[in-house]
């Protein structure tokens, strides 16, 4: 089967439907939205068997692995739902005391959504963050509507995900223009979605030419609009000399696991691993390369994505320093990517920049330092980035003080002896980072501050009682928590 | 006295100085935050009188004005500081229950400051809105340093307030890099700020264009920053029938009040007027037209303003359509603003694009509408707003419900029968609105919430209690409140 590009026509059709629609919805209880949420995942579970093949064929990920991120897309649903309904996300305040001269005051804020919002799937998160995953969940969870461009990658996936929303929009006798899907192989799709003044914000996960892209039209537009692009990240890991010598062999195992899981194609990858040259490094390269040798090289998503790994892993190969430590002993097919350590010393990587972003797939690079001056340099070198983890012992937190505090600066998850990779969906994740992890470092896309994303202030002034929305007005019939006169209270 | 522009090498050391604080400062507790914020008030009131005499001079308010002005800013800081202090904004989340494989969790998010910020004061509020006003108070509660551009409109009140600020930091023995204080009278300093790599996020309030160059500037850095511009608004005020048959003279009171304090040189100054045709509207032009009239003209803040209100003001009085209504009975001398209001019919105004803007000074405009229709049509082309006003009777919010709707999606602040001038500075409080309005609808300028423009969420994962910040300790030092695993507790 094939998708063709929605026409101009219907593109236009499809954003102001899903402005009409909003006028609706965004008037909806928060009651009504966990509803919706909730109806859309049993209807996803109801359509499991399909998506799962669908996506099996399309982006060669395992059974198994589809599975479970079907099973967290259900979660996402059902969590930002609930979350929404409990409305302390809200951070609803409320202001009635007399102000300074003696006046009387009666100000009550609340969040309300931004408007329609367009959102670009994940090629490698089929399920998870694509048509009906956490930027859609996010979306209508804070009282957006929603227009999905369906990944070029897994089409099929996609619209067997939208038509599951689609039925559970019209169970809950909802517009239809409050989820919309729309193909788009060429940019010109994005490119007329993002620039529509209907449209008023974007979500996006994927590469950072594609996200940054999308933030250039968004913000040359007459009136610059929020995007959300989770872009790039290497998600360097600091291992630092006394964790190292205790145990080269357990990290080695830790990380060869991490950086080839699910064939390296998580944006939580540790891409780079970063070590002070000694015995122990020694060690630790020897058994990463044990590692790998033993690896199967797997199907890569798609083609774009295999040649692209293709493409950047030979560069990086080709670098002037690199030096591979070592590849699977199987190789790889056509679309396959063969896991591959590579190794430079640090005096090398800081002098190539290119070799400072992000190989997506079974990829990763050890930098190996002369000393703790030039693994600071390596920390101060590299960009904004979703994780950054520390393997140390308690001396060496002592003793790298100031390198945890320069990665701090650069990073939304800081994680201490353990892998990026596992991504928990709770409301104490973060998964954001300065640019060009996110173009956006005050937001995340993981958990229910995510609906954040979406929602802004609206300060009501003077307004009675009964014209205001339930979390603000007096009697609080949501029983939600509230800022009232200064004192947190239900 | 001259203020020359500060030099290139200077500049350069401003920068690496505030980003060498940076280090030091963000890990100074809440209570340190606090302690600053409270010191830099304590020596603005030391300075108080030097201050407003300084003001007087430069910007032409009256002194009962600066006074009330210093007062606020003073407040501001000890507010925002208390607010720091107090932890609630950082939503501290703690997550340590298994997940659902059965692994161990222990995630801990709170608030980081961004980094290095530049303000960009405004030329209306000497003290409340630059130096030591709501953006340099926001950045430094929320942990980060500030580099203030002082505004050329006011310089020697800018160094005056940098110098009670520079002063607080030395007592509070922090360095010197927490704040610095430049010069730029030239565009060129404002850029190299804003874009140099180690500034972080920026504050702006004065102009649309202004505001708008500095934030295309950050989104076309290599890393592009938070920006957060608060720019033009035209404030509109719909004046609905029952209303406005009920109570002309009331409304043209109190609109021709607000339209002219502070020589309509607030960003809340409602510059658009609009009601339906009636015989109401009549009595009301002609309450309005009898109290414009008995105004008197005043200085402008300075020649810059009085130039622009001198042209724009021209600009919309000479477009076809527009009719005077009423000017003072007294002329303006050279750098007054002229009291004036004039009116068009809706259908001409919809035409013309160049009447939808702020007009900066004591100048509003009245549409009149033939029919709820029209009235509609002038609700949907209106841009974001940080305030729109609602004059309506019970009677007329049933009938106008689609009308109220509109508008909300447009604005940050939704008042009913009031005026917009007059912004209580409360956590209650929204000061920010859709673009133009500002460059991002999900943040605002006023209020404890203004901190959050200056802070990003951090994730520490698996780090020991004693290597954590305070917030996110076991033992809750703080006592604040926090989510621990889904339940909000101190």
């Known amino acids: 089967m094939s998708y063709s590009d929605t026409s101009h026509a219907v593109l236009l059709e499809t954003i102001e439907n899903a402005q009409a629609a909003?006028?609706?919805?965004?008037?909806?209880?928060?009651?009504?939205?966990?509803?919706?949420?909730?109806?859309?995942?049993?209807?996803?579970?109801?359509?499991?068997?399909?998506?799962?093949?669908?996506?099996?064929?399309?982006?060669?990920?395992?059974?198994?692995r589809l599975k479970n991120e079907l099973g967290r897309t259900v979660f996402q649903l059902e969590s930002y739902g609930a979350a929404a309904a409990a409305g302390r996300w809200l951070d609803a305040t409320i202001e009635t005391r007399p102000n300074a001269a003696g006046a009387a005051v009666n100000l009550r804020k609340t969040l309300v959504p931004l408007g329609p919002v367009v959102v670009f799937?994940?090629?490698?998160?089929?399920?998870?963050?694509?048509?009906?995953?956490?930027?859609?969940?996010?979306?209508?969870?804070?009282?957006?509507?929603?227009?999905?461009?369906?990944?070029?990658?897994?089409?099929?996936?996609?619209?067997?995900?939208?038509?599951?929303?689609?039925?559970?929009?019209?169970?809950?006798?909802?517009?239809?223009?409050?989820?919309?899907?729309?193909?788009?192989?060429?940019?010109?799709?994005?490119?007329?979605?993002?620039?529509?003044?209907?449209v008023k914000a974007v979500g996006f996960t994927g590469s950072l030419r594609g996200g940054k892209q999308l933030f250039d039209w968004a913000q040359q537009r007459k009136d610059p609009i929020p995007v959300f692009a989770e872009m790039g990240s290497v998600n360097p890991v600091f291992m630092l000399p006394a964790q190292l010598q205790a145990q080269p062999s357990l990290l080695a195992d830790q990380l060869a696991a991490s950086f080839t899981l699910g064939a390296g194609q998580f944006c939580t990858k540790p891409g780079l691993l970063v070590a002070i040259a000694s015995p122990a490094l020694t060690a630790f390269e020897q058994q990463l390369s044990d590692q790998v040798k033993r690896?199967?090289?797997?199907?890569?998503?798609?083609?774009?994505?295999?040649?692209?790994?293709?493409?950047?892993?030979?560069?990086?190969?080709?670098?002037?320093?690199?030096?591979?430590?070592?590849?699977?002993?199987?190789e790889a097919a056509s679309q396959q990517g063969q896991p591959t350590v590579a190794t430079i010393k640090a005096e090398q990587w800081l002098q190539q920049p290119h070799l400072h972003q992000e190989v997506f797939g079974p990829y990763a690079l050890l930098i190996a330092c002369a000393n703790s001056k030039e693994m600071m340099a390596v920390a101060r070198t590299t960009e904004g980035?979703?994780?950054?983890?520390?393997?140390?012992?308690?001396?060496?937190?002592?003793?790298?003080?100031?390198?945890?505090?320069?990665?701090?600066?650069?990073?939304?998850?800081?994680?201490?002896?353990?892998?990026?990779?596992?991504?928990?969906?709770?409301?104490?994740?973060?998964?954001?980072?300065p640019f060009p992890a996110t173009t956006d470092p005050r937001f995340g896309a993981v958990g229910e501050d995510a609906l954040k994303r979406f929602a802004r202030p609206l300060c009501y002034q003077n307004w009675p009682n009964h014209l205001l929305p339930a979390e603000l007005q007096d009697e609080n019939p949501l029983r939600i928590f509230r800022t009232v006169n200064g004192e947190l209270t239900r």
């Open 22 to 64: 909003f006028s609706l919805y965004k008037n909806c209880s928060l009651e009504q939205r966990f509803s919706l949420l909730r109806a859309i995942a049993a209807e996803l579970k109801n359509s499991g068997e399909a998506l799962i093949a669908a996506a099996m064929r399309e982006t060669h990920l395992p059974e198994a």
């Open 121 to 198: 799937g994940a090629s490698n998160f089929p399920f998870a963050y694509s048509t009906a995953g956490g930027d859609t969940a996010s979306a209508l969870a804070a009282g957006c509507t929603v227009i999905v461009k369906a990944h070029p990658a897994h089409p099929e996936t996609s619209t067997l995900a939208a038509a599951a929303v689609a039925k559970a929009v019209e169970k809950q006798q909802l517009p239809a223009g409050v989820f919309s899907h729309v193909y788009g192989a060429s940019f010109s799709v994005g490119e007329e979605l993002v620039k529509h003044p209907l």
């Open 295 to 330: 690896m199967i090289p797997v199907h890569l998503l798609h083609e774009g994505i295999a040649e692209a790994y293709g493409h950047h892993r030979s560069k990086a190969l080709q670098t002037a320093g690199v030096s591979v430590l070592a590849l699977s002993d199987k």
């Open 385 to 433: 980035q979703l994780t950054t983890t520390i393997m140390a012992s308690e001396e060496d937190l002592q003793q790298y003080r100031s390198l945890v505090e320069c990665v701090k600066e650069k990073c939304g998850r800081l994680i201490l002896n353990g892998v990026p990779t596992g991504v928990e969906v709770c409301k104490a994740m973060q998964h954001g980072g």
